[in-house]
C-alpha cells in the first residue's frame, strides 16, 4: 500500500526522534503528509549523555519537512514531567489534536552489559537504563494520551527490540530484558484502555537495525555497509530504520489498524501484510532469518529473507 497524502492533516508526535528509527519514522510519517512533532535531547546547542552531536532534532525536523511533511522540533527531556507537560500543551495550543504518538525513547546503548548477572551489573546504569527505557515511556503517556483520545481513531506505537515470541528468551541481563520487555506489556495494557476510545495501541520493533550507531559501530557507512558482514555475517538481513519508518506509516494510514490493537509485531512482518519495502527495494525478513537460520539450523542465507 501507498501512504503517500494518507496522513495529511493528521498531527504527530515521534518522542526520541533524534536519530535512527526514531528519525526514520517521523521522516516516514511526514512523507505520508503528517504534521510531526520531533522530541530529543540534542540539539544544535546541546549534546545529550549519547554523546552523539551529528544528530539533531532540528535536522529530524527539516528532514520530516523535506519529505513533504510538516516537521516541528521541540527540545524535550521525557524523563521532565514538567518538559513533557509543556510539549503537550504546546501540541494543544497550535493543533488541537494528536492523532499518533510514537514512543521510541530510549538512549541507553552505553548502558549495556552482555551477560552479567543481576548483581554484578552497574546498579547505577541499569537503574539508569530503567527510568530512560520505561520511565520516559509513562510520564509522555500520562500527558499525552488525554489529547490523543480527545478524537476517535488515535494510534499509539510503542518501540522496542523483540517482540513478545522472539523477548521470551532471556535478554542480556535483567535490566536489559525488563527494559526491553515493557513496551510489549505497556501496548497491550494501553490496548485494553484504549478501546472505548476506538484507538490503538501497538508495540513495534525493528529486525536488526542499521542505524547511524550501529555503522559507525561496524567502521562502515550507508553506502558500503556490506563490507561489514565481513566481521559480522548476520548484518547481511540489516534493514535501515525507514523500515520500520514505513511500517509505522503503514499502521498509521491503515483505518483496520484496529486488528493490531495490543500486539507485538516486527517492521518484517507488517511488510508482508502491507506491501512496503525497505529503499533498496527488498523486504528483509530479520526475524524470520533469526528463527530458522541462526537459532533454528536450517540450511539458508540472508539474501533468501531479503
Known sequence: MSTQGALAGRIALVAGATRGAGRAMAVELGAAGATVYATGRTTRDRVSEVGRATETIEETAELITAAGGTGIAVPTDHLEPEQVRALIERIDREQGRLDVLVNDVW???ALIEFNKKTWETNLTSGLRMLRLGIETHLITHYYALPLLVRNPGGLVVEITDGDEEFNETYRVNLFFDITKNAPIRTAYGL???????DATAVCVSPGFLRSEQMLD???????????AVEK????AIAETPHFVG??????????????WNGKSV??????KVYGFT???????DGVGYFRDVVFGGKAGTAEDYR
Open 107 to 109: 538512549g541507553g546503548e
Open 191 to 197: 490496548a485494553q484502555e484504549l478501546k472505548e476510545f
Open 217 to 227: 559501530h561496524f567502521g562502515v557507512t550507508e553506502e558500503n555497509w556490506r563490507d
Open 232 to 235: 559480522e555475517p548476520h548484518f
Open 246 to 259: 514505513r511500517a509505522v506509516a503503514a499502521l498509521a494510514a491503515d483505518p483496520d489498524r484496529a486488528r
Open 266 to 271: 516486527f517492521s518484517g512482518e507488517l511488510a
Open 278 to 284: 525497505d529503499l533498496d527495494g527488498s523486504r528483509p
